[in-house]
């Protein structure tokens, strides 16, 4: 009685489907375990997948009326359908379902694929617990690296008091000071000699000197015999130089036979020729400051080098002063107690965790990539096939998610950081420079990150498209306004290069151009102006003034409505709706497809309820 029923329902369905204007009327549809029918020599209801697999009931005993649908709506009128093209029709039908169904998770934010598949946010848990791991890390580092810094920067002011003579405590210039008389430039090349062979008796660091055989290397550099005497207007002189050396060690200053090597003809300075005069010598120390942040102490080598410069013969000798430090191991070295060893040994533990934790998310981030790829191709593909035509590159952009690379990039820069950075706390590397940009750039698109999960919500997006939005334009209109800002930043340094500090080289113009866009420093600019010349006074008025006006009231006026016009777009498009791609379009009818929600006794604390409006505002990428 059940299977006679269900044969009458399958009959009333199949005379309902064929009630259209026939030359004939159609054949009776077969069911399942009857002969039915050929059309073109092919059987209906042959072996295999056939038209009437549509029409089976269900296991539960239904009828699956959207499979049926789909069999049965591509028949034309008047003629029987063909199996090949209804199985053909079919399957593209369920690959456009599937299709619809991954790329509508695909777009979904953490909590919508949690509530549909149950799929816990392994990324978004990572990239939280990265964060606070990358921070506190970069905390720790940055104060171990402080205290490097500050001990060079406080041995070098120190050096500067203990090695040259009548040290201000101020720079000049980009010189530390300047001598003016032949007797001053003696006094202060002896003052060096001196200070050196009693550094141990003087010196308020921890310094020693080297033991390698290296000692106080003075050389001389100049030009060949010659005579420059402005009294007969002939200079006469050998443009072609030379450079003599003498090696004075710590061992020989101490002795008496030291005298016989300062008094001999070397230390005879022919002014007229002098080039320069370059004093190097090096200085070992050691960092104890560092055992109060409980970490092990550095050793330092300190590579000083005094040049006296007379290279201009102006009548003023520069005298600049450098200091190259070397981090070294300290060999042999003793420290009573573990509290010291203990610390760094859980500080290289936490690095591990770090490695580990960016790790897994290189590689969640990697698996990303790839599968939004193949999603792409695959409805690259379906789009060809159906509707003949390809996708644009708008819509093929939208799969390639830019925070997905960022996150890679910025993982990839944190695991090289942490492994120098390892090395630098187990005292086998001294890169303090190339680690502290590896993970001061990592933290910083780390919490760059943190705004793609601000930008599900409506409210917080409108930062992320307005950027997206004016990025081309702003581009163009840099690229129009830089060639203005390099014809001003020429044009100052080679008219008031010689009458103002400001523009003495092209760095320097173009820094003080910068600050006067941004209204920094203007009265100093135009107060700094020499006035030995009345014509470059004059044009120094008419360039500051043109360039002012056309910067800050037209170009950077211009550059803020272009941002603002940005914004105002989308602003309109949040409220009617944005430009609608072929994507879109096609997932416009994917609103019915259902994800199976089961209720879970285990809240996840991302889980929380948006408004269902805001899905359909844009994409989520």
């Given amino acids: ?60 005993g239904q009828r699956d009326p959207r499979r049926m649908e789909i069999s049965l709506k591509c028949l034309p009128a008047g003629r029987a359908p063909s199996c090949g093209n209804m199985m053909a029709q079919s399957d593209l039908d369920l690959k456009e379902t599937a299709l619809k169904e991954d790329l509508k998770f695909y777009f979904m934010n953490p909590c919508d694929k949690y509530r549909a598949r149950h799929q816990i946010p392994w990324k978004l848990a990572l990239q ?21 810094v500050s001990f060079k920067e406080e041995n070098t002011v120190a050096f500067k008091h203990l090695f040259l003579k009548g040290y201000s405590g101020v720079d000049e210039d980009d010189y530390s000071c300047s001598i003016y008389t032949q007797q001053d430039a003696y006094d202060s090349i002896f003052y060096v000699i001196d200070q050196y062979r009693q550094l141990k008796n003087i010196s308020l660091g921890t310094l020693g000197y080297e033991h390698d055989g290296s000692g106080l290397k003075i050389c001389k550099q100049q030009y060949r015999k010659g005579g420059m005497l402005p009294s007969n207007d002939k200079p006469n002189i050998d443009v072609s130089t030379e450079t003599d050396c003498v090696i004075l060690k710590p061992q020989e200053l101490a002795s008496k036979n030291t005298e016989v090597k300062l008094n001999s003809s070397f230390f005879n300075l022919e002014f007229y020729r002098l080039i320069q005069v370059k004093i190097s010598f090096k200085l070992k120390g050691v960092a104890l400051q560092t055992i109060h942040a409980r970490e092990l102490p550095d050793c330092y ?6 040049t006296f410069n007379n290279r201009a013969h102006s009548g003023k000798i520069k005298i600049y002063f450098n200091s190259d430090t070397d981090i070294q191991e300290c060999k042999d070295w003793h420290i009573l107690g573990s509290v010291l060893q203990k610390n760094s040994l859980y500080i290289l533990v936490f690095d591990g965790f770090v490695i580990l934790n960016c ?12 599968l939004a790829l193949r999603l792409r191709q695959r409805f690259v593909n379906f789009f060809l096939e159906k509707y003949n035509r390809c996708v644009s590159y708008t819509d093929r952009m939208e799969f390639i998610n830019g925070w997905y690379v960022l996150v890679i990039i910025s993982d990839v820069m944190t695991i090289t950081g942490s492994i120098l950075k390892m090395e630098i706390k187990a005292k086998n590397l001294r890169s303090y420079d190339v680690c502290s940009i590896l993970l001061g750039t990592s933290t910083l698109f780390v919490w760059v990150g943190v705004i793609r999960y601000l930008g599900y919500f409506q409210t917080y ?13 702003v581009l163009r209109f840099c690229c129009c306004a830089g060639m203005i800002y390099l014809g001003y930043t020429f044009c100052g340094w080679i008219v008031l ?21 941004n209204g920094d420093d203007m009265f100093a600019t135009f107060a700094q102006i020499q006035q030995k010349s009345m014509l470059v006074w004059t044009f120094s008025r008419l360039y500051l003034y043109s360039f002012i006006i056309l910067f800050i009231y037209m170009i950077l006026s211009l550059f803020i409505a272009l941002i603002t016009d940005a914004y105002d777009t989308i602003k309109k498009y949040q409220q009617s709706g944005f430009p609608a791609t072929d994507l879109h379009e096609f997932l416009k009818d994917c609103g019915n497809v259902s994800y199976r929600k089961e209720q879970t006794s285990m809240p996840f604390i991302c889980c929380c309820r948006r408004r269902e409006s805001d899905d359909n505002l844009i994409l989520i990428n």
């Fill in 1 to 60: 009685m059940r299977a006679h029923r269900s044969r009458s329902r399958r009959a009333t369905a199949a005379r309902v489907v064929w009630a259209r204007p026939m030359t004939r009327p159609p054949p009776p549809v077969p069911f399942k375990g009857q002969a039915g029918p050929r059309f073109g020599g092919l059987g209906l209801c042959g072996r295999g997948r056939s038209f009437c697999s549509s029409l089976r009931p269900s296991r539960r």
């Fill in 128 to 148: 939280i617990l990265k964060i606070v791991m990358v921070t506190s890390q970069l905390v720790f580092f940055g104060l171990s690296n402080q205290l490097v």
């Fill in 301 to 306: 080598a300190f590579q000083n080098t005094i």
């Fill in 359 to 370: 790790l897994a998310s290189l590689i969640l981030c990697s698996r990303s990539v790839v």
């Fill in 461 to 473: 997006n409108v930062l992320i498209l307005t950027m997206q939005a004016s990025l081309p334009k």
């Fill in 497 to 517: 290069g010689p009458y103002h500090e400001k523009f003495e080289d092209l760095n320097t113009v173009a820094e003080c151009l910068f600050s006067l866009v």
